[in-house]
């Protein structure tokens, strides 16, 4: 019973052992693109490498599965040379986008030091936008069909369309003349703008470069142009602090002018404790808080509600000193007696009347006696 049972088990181990699929560990080595980085359409490329094959079971590579290589570049064209103990045995170029290679011509003995020696040459397909292209792509797929996703090479380029280059540059030169226009109108008005002026000199001398630059280099021709638009960001957000900088400062003037009259006031034991003062004080006090507002908005980077808020400090400390000016005028018009108590039954004004009396009397005595004195 236990034999029969140890034998079944061992069969199952067996059969186990049969499905599962023999993997091999290829390595792609020394891959070469030339030319290198960022390509343009059309431009002829060539691409070499090595693939070694360090087998995982008794066989070099799965005899069911195969090794395939594919391309996005056109017209491909496929050399490769099977290496085996150091023998080389060339095979005849293959063309197409796809190089299928069977397990049947790539399974040897794991004693066996087996290697591929290949080189594609195509050239860089048209492209409508931007994008990565692959120029070469290395994996073997199983028995069933699947990539064995752990045996899988993927090497890419960019291909430039190079109308994307020459709209960007475009798009920046525009952006850049914006920049020039607005830092151009808040200096006219007395805004400083040097911070800005910085920023569009460094923007200008990016795009500059990115121009310049051969094909090969597009990369970091849009490299400079996406710093480029970096610093025209930068440039129009100095420009946007100058200008809420500015209009916080000139909304400080008339309250400054207005506490230069409440002091007159408040400096005057007469006028100290007059009547409108509290109210102009309190128009004062609102605009400072108007004030303090859009210096916290300047500091948030919210430059709108800054200038919003210093024209309504503007409003209320303009308000504040024409009150306050016309106070001080009104107080200091013409020549005012100083108060006398007020006597009961309307006595006050019989003294006020009689002094005014003497007064004409006095001015006429006068008169006729100067007359009287002359006449001898």
Do not use: H
């Not at 020696?117 to 028995?143: C, Q, Y």
């Not at 420009?239 to 002018?257: F, G, L, T």
Request: aromatic share 6%; proline share 4%.
């Amino acid at each position: 019973m236990m034999r029969g049972l140890t034998k079944l088990i061992i069969l199952a181990v067996i059969a186990l052992i049969l499905c599962i699929p023999a993997v091999s560990a290829f390595s792609v080595e020394g891959m070469t693109i030339d030319p290198s980085g960022s390509l343009t359409p059309s431009t002829p490329v060539t691409v070499s490498f090595k693939v070694g094959f360090s087998a995982t079971s008794d066989v070099t590579f799965p005899a069911g599965s195969d090794l395939v290589l594919t391309t996005d570049l056109t017209n491909p064209k496929w050399t490769y040379t099977l290496i085996l103990d150091g023998v080389e045995n060339p095979r005849n170029p293959v063309g197409g986008k796809t190089l299928d290679l069977s397990g049947f011509e790539l399974s040897y003995p794991s004693k066996v030091d087996e290697s591929l020696r290949i080189t594609l040459e195509g050239t860089t397909p048209t492209v409508d936008t931007t994008t990565e292209k692959i120029m070469v792509n290395v994996k073997e797929v199983d028995t069933n069909g699947n990539t064995v996703t752990s045996s899988m090479v993927n090497k890419t380029a960019l291909i430039i369309n190079t109308g994307d280059v020459t709209k960007a540059v475009s798009d920046k030169n525009t952006n850049l003349q914006t920049l020039r226009s607005d830092i151009d109108e808040k200096s006219a008005i007395g805004i400083d703008t040097s911070a800005a002026e910085t920023y569009y000199n460094d923007a200008q001398a990016k795009i500059t470069t990115a121009t310049s630059r051969p094909a090969t280099q597009y990369t970091d021709a849009l490299n400079d142009l996406t710093a480029a638009q970096a610093s025209l960001d930068a440039g129009e957000t100095a420009v946007d602090k100058a200008w809420a900088e500015s209009e916080v400062a000139n909304a400080q003037v008339p309250i400054n002018n207005a506490d230069a009259v409440i002091a007159w006031f408040k400096g005057n034991q007469s006028t100290a404790n007059d009547a409108q003062l509290s109210a102009i004080v309190a128009k004062r006090e609102v605009a400072v808080e108007y004030i303090s507002n859009a210096n916290d908005a300047i500091t948030s980077g919210n430059f709108d509600q800054a200038r919003s808020k210093a024209s309504d400090a503007f409003s209320k400390g303009n308000e504040s000193y024409t009150d306050a000016l016309a106070r001080q005028k009104q107080l200091m018009s013409g020549w005012q007696l100083p108060s006398l108590p007020t006597l009961p039954g309307g006595i006050f004004l019989i003294i006020g009347v009689i002094v005014v009396v003497l007064a004409v009397v006095g001015v006429i005595i006068y008169r006729k006696r100067s007359r009287w004195d002359e006449l001898g």
